[in-house]
């Protein structure tokens, strides 16, 4: 076949290039389609994006879903009962879902490891179209049901919802497909195509792909998970107790799109029953995590402790948060600082794993800039989201109120801490904890250095003469490396700050906060303990769940075993 494919394409080496791998290796001839964000909708009084999620929100806030575990398309529910209840009503139950034993998580990867292989066989083509049908139904269709179900699950306001459970799962769903449509252009170097042709296919990992995604972000759950899907794996997805309900929605949504049973199983389970399942079996073939530093390097002990068992070698992708600053320079705009650093600090209640935590502020700005801070963050209203002039609701659940109050606890008592902005905490109904300042004559106190995930911003206010000394503090003081920000109007200070800061933070601004990283944009990951740094929502995300295969295929017989030297 081989020969016959060289004889007729041989005048057209674009021909043979298309045509003659075709008959060994069918080609994928994705459809061209713009790489543009999902635009971000406004929600004023009248419009119809507003009326609409009005609508869904009141039509949620009546019901608690009942969300099965689902193996290869089945529904099962178990005796291990669970609820998602409002962050900021907590008696008030949303979900009704179920916990998998490990009897059912092991069901569920024998399940995976049959449907990969034949999964893997369905054209890109056909993957890329699914996915995209996804991302219309997510922009169109189920919009609303997902900004509902994220903001009374998880306690985001209306903007933050739309960055979220919207725009960016939106993109993450067309950018993937783009990305990957790209990479299936590229081809090996064939220097004579007449004898030998090269080419590249990406297969999927053989076993199965665990995603373990966490609660602050809905889109992060649809990339951790249909991401390695795309690529031709299947997937055991373990979304976070308390963002069950959207994450549900992005798995039906998928479904109606069109992605067969057993492509993405939906596991709910407790962290170390789903952690030690995973991990015992010889199929494992990847994890793909977002959470806290300690449960993934439980899961890496348990990977290098089991490696000896495994079929392939598990690509481990995590991100595990940071401790993100802004370090102000003399030269600084206030306003920016002031409004960027009131945005990155309490949006969100402080939850987002780029939230600026400590900031580092010349004393010769330190009185205006703590004006400008304390000022807003008076303004700054606290309530149940579903009250769209709310500017933060409450933390998550109770584990993070008690986590986030001890901090200020420890602000209280400590006399190198004064808290000089909020302070006060109240769980009597929501887990409500005050955005709160503290200002801190320890560089290296433990508020400054540890994630503290919550709306806690610390102040370290430096000496003007000590410039250069507080820099190093930036690295040094702790372990994470994920977001960061300088405000100057020095241009080569900044250029400066640019090389001493190259290792403190994956994403790194200038003049700008240190959160609202866009897919295609600002692709986002950070280093040391905060993680991997695979950038999601960059360009080379999607091929780290492949494996590709390199194809060399040969027109012309080998009738030599020698070479000409040795005959000479």
């Not at 430096?462 to 000394?469: A, D, F, R, T």
Request: one cysteine or more.
């Amino acid at each position: 076949m081989l020969n016959l494919c060289r004889q007729s394409f041989f005048a057209n080496a674009q021909q043979i290039n298309t045509r003659c791998i075709a008959s060994i290796v069918p080609l994928t001839q994705p459809k061209e389609f713009p790489l543009v964000n999902e635009p971000i909708l406004g929600y004023k009084k009248g419009s119809q994006e507003r009326a609409n999620l009005e609508k869904a929100l009141d039509k949620m806030t009546g019901e608690c879903e009942d969300i099965p575990i689902v193996i290869n398309g089945k529904e099962i529910r178990t005796d291990r009962v669970k609820y998602q209840v409002m962050p900021h009503n907590h008696q008030h139950k949303i979900a009704k879902y179920y916990h998998a034993t490990p009897e059912l998580i092991q069901q569920a990867i024998d399940s995976s490891v049959k449907t990969q292989r034949e999964w893997d066989k369905v054209p890109f083509e056909s993957r890329l179209d699914t996915w995209l049908k996804a991302a219309n139904l997510m922009a169109t269709k189920y919009r609303q049901e997902l900004n509902a179900s994220t903001m009374l699950g998880q306690g985001k306001t209306v903007i933050q919802a739309e960055i979220d459970s919207a725009a960016e799962l939106i993109d993450f769903f067309k950018m993937n497909c783009y990305f990957v449509k790209e990479a299936l252009k590229y081809k090996p170097i064939s220097p004579n195509p007449k004898e030998t042709l090269n080419s590249m296919r990406y297969r999927g990992l053989d076993g199965f792909i665990a995603a373990v995604s966490p609660f602050n972000f809905t889109a992060i759950g649809g990339n951790l998970s249909y991401t390695p899907a795309l690529m031709g794996n299947s997937v055991l997805w373990k979304p976070s107790d308390t963002a069950v309900l959207s994450n549900w929605w992005i798995y039906k949504i998928c479904k109606e799109a069109g992605v067969p049973d057993g492509v993405v199983n939906f596991i709910p389970a407790h962290g170390p029953d789903f952690g030690d399942t995973i991990t015992n079996s010889p199929y494992l073939s990847g994890i793909n995590f977002t959470g806290s530093v300690p449960t993934f390097n439980r899961l890496w002990a348990q990977v290098g402790k089991n490696v000896n068992k495994y079929k392939n070698y598990p690509k481990l992708i995590g991100e595990c948060g940071g401790k993100n600053f802004h370090f102000i320079h003399p030269s600084a705009d206030v306003e920016s600082v002031v409004k960027g650093t009131i945005r990155s600090a309490f949006e969100y209640n402080g939850q987002k794993c780029s939230a600026c935590s400590r900031i580092y502020v010349p004393e010769s700005l330190w009185s205006e800039i703590k004006a400008g801070l304390l000022s807003i963050r008076d303004k700054l209203k606290m309530g149940d989201p579903r009250d769209f002039s709310v500017f933060l609701g409450a933390v998550i659940d109770a584990t993070a109120f008690k986590r986030i109050s001890g901090y200020i606890d420890h602000a209280k008592k400590s006399s190198d801490l004064e808290i000089i902005g909020g302070g006060k905490y109240d769980n009597s109904r929501g887990y409500f904890i005050q955005p709160t300042i503290v200002q801190t004559k320890n560089p290296k106190d433990k508020i400054m250095t540890e994630e503290i995930f919550g709306p806690v911003l610390t102040v370290y206010v430096y000496k003007n003469s000590n410039l250069n000394e507080t820099m190093k503090l930036v690295e040094s003081s702790t372990p994470y490396a994920l977001t960061g920000a300088i405000f100057s109007q020095d241009e080569q200070w900044a250029k400066q700050a640019l090389e001493e800061f190259k290792y403190s933070a994956g994403n790194f601004y200038v003049n700008d906060k240190s959160t609202g990283s866009v897919v295609g944009n600002q692709p986002f990951g950070g280093g040391r303990m905060s993680g991997t740094n695979d950038k999601a929502g960059g360009p080379h995300y999607a091929l780290r769940w492949s494996s590709p295969q390199s194809i060399k295929e040969t027109f012309v017989p080998l009738t030599e075993y020698d070479y000409e030297y040795m005959r000479s």
